[in-house]
């Protein structure tokens, strides 16, 4: 076995069920223990105020060639102990810390989410789609704005509702609450992302006859009412983090990780829905190409960068 070990520091979600995100970063490390014989170790935090005693705990013992850390909560730490340890070499997932010893792995959510509001509009029957998200921010705009821009794209007369809840992660109540007064408006396929909330979009579609984006997985919970899943792989930038330390290759800074590098995916399980037809996923796979070819330029990150976006654009996939 090599002589290097590496250290993670998971997100507060735990390991096994709820704990998908986390699961993706064990995937990319077994994928790296697997490839290059490195040792590894983790931890798993209860809250927020754990990730910097971990954090220290990992860097302070001298034994990793890597410390890394997944969770937006865990930056102001990372910061600190990063200043800390100058000649500890970090990795940071979703989480960020400007410093000379940090390599930071941005995800790029908008190629996947212009792709999947297509699909959702190719997919609809009534002309409109919606969105649910957890709370209003920045790195949720980047989805919805994208998500709308390219439902639009593909079907200029396409209406998107989206909605923001008041909390991270809604009950399953909140969400089926909310996606119901989606579909009671008309419409008929919601792209899901409220983490325990999606399976209340999940029963609202059920009940109505209706339609979901899953996430993460999330088809096999009622693969007649989920199209597909818009899929996240943290694994392969976490897997990349420890083949450049290996390969004393390590880069301080930020590389951004989008759906052209493998982070992000649509997957229509197998067997697909019955509406996911082999013409549908040609037309996917092209305008998936188009995306990651740049063809676009830059995808909408804000409400108001919709409406600019689309007049530069123009469709060649009206239906």
Known sequence: MSDLRVAMVFGSGGLGAGG????????????????????????????????????????????YALVAVMSFGASAGLSRV????????????????????????????????????????????????????????????????????GARYVRSEVEVLYEFLPVYSPTPEQGEATAAKQYDAGVDVIMAHLDLGDRGIFAAARQRGKYALGFNGERSLDPDHILFDVTRHLEVSVYDAVKRVVESKFEAGVTVWGMERGQYALEFGSPPHPLVTPDFLKRVEALKAEINAGKFGALPARRDDIQPFLKTQVSSREL
């Open 82 to 149: 990063a200043a800390e340890f100058p000649a500890q070499k970090f990795a940071a997932f979703d989480a960020r810390a400007d410093k000379p010893n940090v390599a930071n792995y941005a995800s790029e959510p908008k190629g996947v989410s212009f792709l999947a509001g297509a699909a959702a509009a190719w997919l609809s029957r009534t002309g409109k789609v919606g969105t649910l998200f957890g709370t209003e921010g920045a790195g949720y705009w980047q989805w919805v704005a994208s998500y709308t821009a």
């Open 20 to 63: 998908y995100y986390n699961e993706m970063g064990l995937k990319g490390l077994q994928q790296a223990q697997a490839e290059f014989d490195v040792a590894f170790d983790y931890r798993l935090p209860e809250g927020d105020a754990d990730f910097e005693l971990y954090l220290r705990e990992l860097a302070q013992s001298g034994k």
